[in-house]
C-alpha cells in the first residue's frame, strides 16, 4: 500500500527534522513540501514508522506492507499545486515497483480513522483518480454501509460506524456532515462492488 499524510507541523523543514530524529520514533520514506521538493529518507524496501496502529482490510501491521508519504500541511489549507504535481510525479513510479493498484493508496485516515484524520478534506482524491492514481466512486444501487465499507477495506470491527463514516466523507464527500444518508450507502457500495479487498491476506 501507499498511505498518504500531512505533517500537520509548521514547516516541512520542522518536519524534516522531525522524521530524521530517533528520538520522535516516527519517520516516513518521502516528504513533500509545498513548493514540491520532495525528500527521501527511508529505502523503499525498508519500513518506516508512519502508519501506527490502525488496519486496512486484513492487514493490521501497515507499516510492514506500505510506503508513507508525508505532505508538508497542516490540515487547515488546500494542498499547493507544485506539491500536488510533485506527488503525482512520485506516485507512478512507486505503484510500478512494488505492484500497488489504485485502490491501494490509501489516506492514513483510513486505516486509523478513530485517531487520524490526514490527508483531510482539503486533500484532492479526485484528482489523483483522475490520473488512475487512486479510485474515486460512483453512485450505485445503495446497500448497507458496514457491510460494504468492510468489503471495501475499512476494519468496522475496530471502528465504530460513525468513525467509519467521518473518514469516508473526508476523503469522498467532504464538507459534508449529519446522519447516515442514501448518498453515502450508494458510494461505498459502489467502492465495495469495484474495489473489495482480499480478505485472507495475513494480519501480521
Not at 61 to 77: C, F, K, M, P, Q
Not at 127 to 149: H, K, N
Request: net charge negative.
Amino acid at each position: 500500500m501507499i498511505v498518504l499524510h500531512y505533517t500537520a507541523m509548521t514547516s516541512a523543514r520542522a518536519a524534516l527534522d522531525r522524521l530524521c530524529d530517533p528520538k520522535a520514533e516516527v519517520s516516513a520514506h518521502y516528504l513533500i513540501c509545498e513548493r514540491g521538493r520532495i525528500w527521501q529518507m527511508v529505502e523503499e524496501e525498508m519500513r518506516a514508522w508512519h502508519a501506527g496502529a490502525g488496519q486496512w482490510g486484513a492487514v493490521a501491521d501497515v507499516n510492514s506492507r506500505s510506503i508513507g508519504i508525508e505532505l508538508a500541511n497542516l490540515g487547515t489549507h488546500p494542498f499547493s499545486e507544485p506539491q500536488m504535481a510533485a506527488l503525482e510525479a512520485l506516485l507512478p513510479g512507486i505503484m510500478a515497483r512494488w505492484q500497488v493498484p489504485p485502490e491501494r493508496v490509501i489516506g492514513h485516515s483510513d486505516m486509523a480513522p478513530d485517531r487520524k484524520h490526514d490527508p483531510g478534506p482539503r486533500f484532492d482524491w479526485q484528482r489523483l483518480a483522475r490520473q488512475g492514481l487512486s479510485i474515486w466512486p460512483e453512485a450505485a444501487e445503495p446497500g448497507d454501509f458496514v457491510t460494504d465499507a468492510t468489503r471495501f477495506g475499512y476494519s468496522c470491527e475496530c471502528f465504530d460506524a460513525d468513525t467509519v463514516l467521518g473518514a469516508f466523507r473526508d476523503r469522498f464527500r467532504p464538507g459534508v456532515t449529519g446522519a447516515l444518508d442514501q448518498t453515502d450507502r450508494a458510494l461505498m457500495a459502489d467502492l465495495a462492488v469495484r474495489f473489495p479487498v482480499d480478505h485472507s491476506a495475513p494480519t501480521a
